[in-house]
């Protein structure tokens, strides 16, 4: 019988509230939209920013979801990927279908939302 190789794990859960934290954050989000999002109360989400209790493994998977990150990457086991964040969930969600659509339908979104940018820009001027 051979023997089964140990796995070494170099994350500890006792992280894990302040990496949902800092993730949140850096999202510009609130605990109470991150609780909104979640479909928890605010003072759940709460505890497990401040550590006081320890979200089910389904629920983690969703709030990777909703952060736009690896289960690795919001329990520490890797780096963020730095590709683009949007930090605006609803958009993230859409953002992650855009693949999907036909070539001429992505044409057609590059074109809005360039000229959405170019006119915040404009707007960003004149206010100056």
Not at 81 to 107: C, F, I, M, P, T
Request: hydrophobic share 40%.
């Amino acid at each position: 019988m051979s023997a089964v190789p140990l796995v070494r794990f170099d994350w500890c859960m006792a992280d894990f509230p302040e990496r949902l934290k800092e993730l949140r954050a850096e999202r510009k989000l609130t605990q109470a939209r991150m609780a909104e999002l979640l479909g928890v109360a605010s003072r759940v989400y709460h505890r497990w920013e401040s550590g006081a209790a320890t979200p089910h493994f389904d629920t983690v998977v969703q709030i990777a979801d909703v952060l736009g990150v690896s289960l690795d990457e919001l329990v520490g086991r890797k780096s963020v990927n730095g590709e683009g964040a949007v930090h605006n969930h609803e958009l993230h969600r859409l953002y992650k279908k855009v693949d999907q659509l036909s070539d001429e339908d992505q044409r057609a979104l590059v074109i809005v939302l360039d000229s959405l940018v170019k006119r915040s820009r404009v707007k960003k001027v004149m206010t100056e």
